[in-house]
């Protein structure tokens, strides 16, 4: 039996690591840097050979080493070579929902940063995040979290142009902190580059060397390096934000903030994804190639379902959290998928539809088209196949059926507030300088709520009541003498006395008191701010009676609302609920037009049983459901929805890029 020739085995390394105590055993191809898990058998096999072979120089005789340490050690060669082979073979369609970009080999540069990655420290990045944190939640506090509105315009152009241009430099210093991290430990990181989710530039590198030479430990800090960086980096923007001022700045540390903290919560951080998260957590609790494990399962199942059991298998005893790991991963990478595509689609002058589609295709129907040239007419599998056929068939079969047999309602979910501004509100009648305002607590009928003050009134009363002095004065002069002076007299007397009532009742509005009992809430104002007639200054709610709460209604269901409402239901607070009859509820349209989409808007208004107070501080939804129709008739409101979105896109992309 002939062995392998030394200039392969140069190119292949066996190394020795451990996984909850006990030994894991990897071989390693040098040329591409991937690591392959093996038996101990395999690797002391493949060890005994490379010994002999390299010791030789050449062919080592049959004789030397045994026929099964050389089958064991052709065995993990023949998998090394094959893969070698796909590389070159296979080129990987570009998909622009999920693309990976190598940029750039990073380790010739790692003994540049060994100084700096030594003076890192526990204590030092505690202390840095504590100030951060602390400085964040102060100013946040203190702007009412504004910053957060820049999450509704994640997918803009201004944002997507923002990420094309600072992402270059994020990605630096991303990968910076995972190099650090792999500096300090001693490991080695091959290339760095970007990942492109759904457009937007997620950074990556690659420290699979760390499953070689670092401790579990260690391979935790480094892959959690990154995401401690984007926080720091998020951090960082979020402080500047309150900081600068101009649009220009605080748009760009706003998508900055965005940027850092939206990559580490759904993507890095995420271990249902194999980013930095994944490889954190599967380290630390033991379950290295989890993912790869996990898709073998799924695997399985899937071919013991379609099969009818003759092939594949299900799950036993502890690796069912792995296949129950599979599920979620699929389905949250499915969701993910969704969530950008819908984002995307229309968007961008009809482009979002392309690149929609494209990723569409790459991930789902370039696949099956792959597996299909792929399949091997072996003899003995006829039988299989046609089980699997039948299987899809009918799985086919029931899903068609179900569209059009299966009924559902349309369900609405509106959140609902009390309807303040109506109903509720406090105002001033007067305008004034504030000197006292009641606190949250529950008012009788005629208590105060709040105390102005005026000088001008008093002044301007004064005033006239000298002028009403004099004009009467000049009436009892003239009286009986001039009778045209005389009927001018009295016409001022009564303009002034007039006027004067005026000035009274202003006077009078500087007190604002209750109108009825009820738990009164006051507006954050301060004592001696100015405040104009007609002003808000807090809401009364009583205590008895009927409340009335409203919310927006979405446009796209207002024709359902004019079919059949089969019930509505009040959730309060999730845990609370109360039957809502349909004389309760009324729909009305809001005198107010979006400029660039041209939706109209719609408010939907509850007169409830139950008094106003009853609903302070509770977060209240009304869950509307219509008459069930087939689920053919849902999909076509999607598609409906989607083509009014689509349309509503296209019309704020022209305001922006005529603009």
Known sequence: MDLVRPEILKQITVRLSSEKGRPVYFAQDISNGKVFVVTKAVALALRRVKAAALGRGQKVEPDDVSPETVKLAYGILQVIQKNRLNELNQTKTFNPIFAAIPLLDIGPYQKYLRGIASSLSLQLILGTFSILFLMAFWLGARNDWSIFAAFSNVFSVDALLTFTFVAPFLKIIHELGHVLAATRYGVRVRKGGLYLIGLYPMPFVDCSEADLTARRRDRVTISSAGIITDIFIGLTAFLLWHLVEGNFYKSLFANIFVFSTLNSVLFNANPLIKMDGYYAISDAIGQRNLATRATTHLRNFRQWLSSFGAEGGLPEGRTWFVFVYGVMSFIYRIYIMIVIASAILPRYLGAGVAITLWGAV??????????????????????????????????????????????????????????????????????GALESLASYSVLEASSKIASLSNPYLSEQARAVQSEIEIANQIMESVQGVDPVQTLAAAEQVQNLTERLDVLIREMGGLEVSASHKGAFVPLPLETGQWIDAGTAIGALYPQDGFAVLSGDFPEAHVDTWASHLDHAVLRINSDAYERVRANQLELREIMSLDAESGRRSWSIFLTSDAPAAQYLGKVVDL?????????????????????????????????????
């Open 623 to 659: 869950r509307l459901s219509f008459a069930a129709v087939p689920i053919t008739d849902h999909i076509a409101f999607q598609w409906n929805r989607t083509v009014e979105r689509f349309r509503e896109a296209q019309m704020a992309d022209r305001a922006t890029y005529l603009n």
């Open 362 to 431: 790459v991930m789902f129907v370039a696949p099956i088209f792959r597996d299909k040239g792929s399949i091997s007419g072996t003899t003995g599998k006829t039988q299989n196949r046609w089980r699997k056929l039948t299987f899809w068939s009918g799985t086919g079969a029931v899903v068609v059926a179900a569209f059009f047999l299966v009924r559902l309602p349309f369900v609405v979910v509106v959140p609902m507030n009390l309807d303040v501004a109506n109903k509720y509100q406090v105002t001033v009648s007067s305008s």
